[in-house]
C-alpha cells in the first residue's frame, strides 16, 4: 500500500492540475507553493515534506467534487496508510493534524477565522467547526501539533495564482531526503 517518491511525484504530475477545492490555484500549485513556504520559514526536509504532501489525500480521495462540498472527504487521514513506512512521524503527523490545526487557531488566533478563503470556512464546518478552549489545550500538548499549526498557517497562504515556486524537481529531492533510511 506504501508509496515510494517515484509513485508520489506521478501522482501529482499526472492528476495535480485539478483545481483545489473552490481555489484559484491546482492541486499542484498549491502544494508547490506550500512547500516553498515552509522553506522559506527555514523548516527542514521533513517539515517541507508534509507542507508538500499534505493535501495529497485529495488527490487519493474518490470523492467527487460535488460531493466533497457538502461531506468531509477526511482527506488528512486518507494519505496516511500510503505513507507510513515511508516517512517518519515527522512527515506524516503534521499532515494528519493539519486539519486540527485549523479548528484549533479558530479558537486559539481572535483574528483567524475571519482571514479564512470562504471555501476554507465551508470546509470547517464539515470539519467539525472550531475547537473548544478545552479540546484546543490538548490538541497544541500533541506531539508533532506546532508543526501542524505551522504548517496550516502556509496551507492557508499557498493560494496565490501569481506565485512562483521552485518546480516539483526541488521538492522531490528534498521529499526523499526526507524519506526514512532503509
Ligand atoms: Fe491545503
Redesign the pocket.
Known amino acids: 500500500m506504501a508509496l515510494q517518491p517515484e509513485e508520489i511525484t506521478r501522482i501529482f504530475l499526472q492528476d495535480g492540475a485539478a483545481q483545489?477545492g473552490g481555489e484559484a490555484v491546482t492541486q499542484l500549485q498549491?502544494?508547490l507553493q506550500?512547500a516553498h513556504l515552509a522553506e522559506l520559514s527555514g523548516a527542514g526536509p521533513e517539515l517541507i515534506t508534509a507542507a508538500l504532501l499534505?493535501?495529497l489525500g485529495?488527490l487519493l480521495s474518490t470523492k467527487t467534487e460535488v460531493q466533497s462540498q457538502t461531506e468531509d472527504d477526511v482527506h488528512q487521514y486518507i494519505a496516511i496508510p500510503f505513507l507510513r513506512g515511508v516517512f517518519p512521524d515527522a512527515v506524516i503527523e503534521p499532515i494528519r493534524l493539519?486539519v486540527d490545526a485549523k479548528r484549533y487557531l479558530c479558537m486559539a488566533d481572535a483574528g483567524y477565522w475571519a482571514a479564512l478563503s470562504p471555501t476554507s470556512q465551508r470546509s470547517l464546518e464539515l470539519q467539525g467547526g472550531p475547537f473548544s478552549p478545552e479540546q484546543a489545550a490538548a490538541f497544541i500538548e500533541r506531539p508533532y501539533a506546532t508543526d501542524a499549526v505551522a504548517l496550516r498557517r502556509w496551507?492557508?497562504q499557498?493560494k496565490n495564482p501569481a506565485a512562483t515556486p521552485p518546480t516539483w524537481v526541488h521538492y522531490a529531492a528534498l521529499m526523499r531526503r526526507a524519506c526514512l533510511q532503509t
Request: glycine content about 0%; proline content about 0%; some cysteine.
Open positions: 483545489y498549491h502544494a506550500c499534505h493535501d485529495h493539519h496551507d492557508d499557498a
